[in-house]
């Protein structure tokens, strides 16, 4: 749950509601709104295409317009001046520029569409000093244009947003205050089976939630919270007769488990059990990992295997591997292939593995692995991360067994201290080094291992 959403089940689903309707509102209101103004401003067109048609009219038979309301339109001859302008554009003396009359030898069902604006240094705040759409067409020897009044668009568009400034937000607190008590409601069943559920203990497993008369999801809830106790309290009884009979087989924890746990019995009302379960069990999980590694540290004096590996083959089998279930990004770099080597394929396995999750658990972004062979030359593999690095005084440290530095303390999650460890062993048991070396940023550890001459392909 992230950190300003509200725990509350109550709380979280009214500020749900009040999100999603608040949202979904507005995008109506939007929609609804750009609906209107699209067919209000076709719906403005049209209305001056009406009025161009009679305006049209009247100077073809050359008789006075007649004109609905106050209308804005000009008369432009063939030279492009105009020689008639309505009233409601000459009353506001605007500076603008007059439209161009029709192109020469254009048939008379010539029409067109331009944008006209009318500015003033006097009223620049007035409403009517704007751009304008203008439909125009041809009246004999003039062109006629008549401007798209926005007036009735706005108007309409201006009473459209004080109502849904009103309604949107009053449909929202209505939509949250039903959502909040119709959620109260249903949660008052649910804190009753909370509260008996609090009383429910080791000594106390026969409490049962009560049942709400309802048949819905909540009362089917306790009926399966009431099986669920029934079978916990037979379980119980079961597991307290086998420690009864198995007690005297059990044996004391390891000493690390034990003294973080009598640690925190000295003062168990000041103790943060949760963490404690925590520690634990992160304790739990790095003893098995030493404890793996720590067998197969005990059987490194088998025989080796002698077989013939290309090492760069299975590098990018190990780094496809950890693209796949870690987190962070792993790069091959393939320089010389193929790298073949002679030894134990699950050991090598074991070397690389080691050498990238060690590489991961302390990257930052980036692990690149580079492998490197060539004739007579040994099989070079190098693992760089991006990393805070490795003191050069600590280089020879980090494979020391159980050796971690003060940084890797911080920042290295589950690993066991004997990882490097046994990637060296194995490395020397192959004849090769593995050796910490500079390198810009981060760390880089390089594997050397004698090469196999390439003789026809892998046997």
């Not at 749950?1 to 995008?27: E, H, K, Q, Y």
């Not at 669920?228 to 087989?249: C, F, I, K, M, N």
């Not at 295997?305 to 987190?327: K, R």
Request: proline share 6%.
């Amino acid at each position: 749950m992230s950190r300003w959403w509200p725990a509350s089940i109550r709380t979280s689903m009214a500020l749900a509601t009040f999100l999603v309707c608040g949202v979904l509102f507005t995008l109506g209101w939007i929609g609804i709104r750009a609906f209107v103004d699209a067919r209000l401003s076709i719906q403005a067109t049209s209305q001056a295409g009406g009025q161009l048609t009679r305006l049209v009219d009247a100077l073809t038979h050359d008789r006075p317009p007649a004109l609905d309301g106050d209308p804005m339109y000009v008369v432009v001859d063939g030279s492009g001046r105009a020689v008639t302008v309505s009233d409601a554009i000459t009353r506001l003396n605007p500076q603008w520029t007059v439209p161009s009359p029709a192109p020469a030898n254009v048939p008379s069902t010539w029409s067109t569409e331009v944008d006209v604006t009318l500015r003033s240094a006097a009223h620049p705040q007035w409403r009517e000093f704007r751009t304008y759409t203008a439909v125009g067409a041809i009246a004999g020897p003039f062109t006629a244009y008549v401007f798209v009044l926005p007036w009735d668009t706005q108007n309409t568009l201006r009473l459209f947003d004080d109502t849904m400034a009103f309604f949107v937000p009053l449909a929202t607190v209505i939509a949250v205050a039903v959502s909040w008590f119709a959620l109260r409601r249903a949660l008052r069943s649910v804190e009753a089976i909370r509260q008996e559920l609090s009383e429910v203990s080791g000594s106390r497993l026969d409490r049962r939630v009560p049942v709400p008369p309802s048949r819905d999801e909540i009362s089917r809830l306790a009926r399966t919270t009431n099986e669920t106790l029934d079978r916990l309290q037979r379980s119980y009884e079961q597991q307290e007769r086998l420690v009864g009979d198995a007690s005297h087989e059990l044996r004391s924890p390891l000493a690390s488990l034990r003294t973080g746990l009598e640690v925190a019995l000295v003062h168990p009302g000041r103790a943060d059990w949760p963490a404690v379960a925590e520690r634990s069990l992160q304790d739990v999980d790095r003893l098995q990992r030493i404890t793996t590694d720590l067998l197969h540290l005990a059987v490194q004096d088998r025989p080796l295997s002698t077989e013939v590996i290309d090492l760069a083959e299975l590098a990018i089998e190990q780094v496809e591997e950890e693209n796949m279930l870690g987190l962070r990004h792993v790069h091959a770099v393939l320089d010389g292939l193929p790298a073949l080597v002679r030894g134990d394929r699950l050991q090598l396995e074991r070397l690389l593995r080691n050498l990238i999750e060690n590489a991961m658990r302390h990257c930052v972004r980036h692990v690149r692995v580079t492998v490197r062979a060539g004739k007579d030359r040994p099989v070079v593999v190098e693992v760089l991360d991006d990393g805070p690095g490795i003191p050069v005084a600590d280089r020879e440290r980090v494979f020391e067994r159980f050796v971690r530095l003060d940084d890797a303390r911080a920042r290295d999650a589950g690993g066991s201290g004997l990882g490097l460890t046994l990637a060296r062993d194995i490395a020397v048991r192959h004849g090769g080094t593995l050796t910490v070396e500079d390198s810009g940023a981060g760390a880089r550890f390089v594997l050397r291992l004698p090469g196999v001459p390439d003789e026809g392909g892998l046997p």
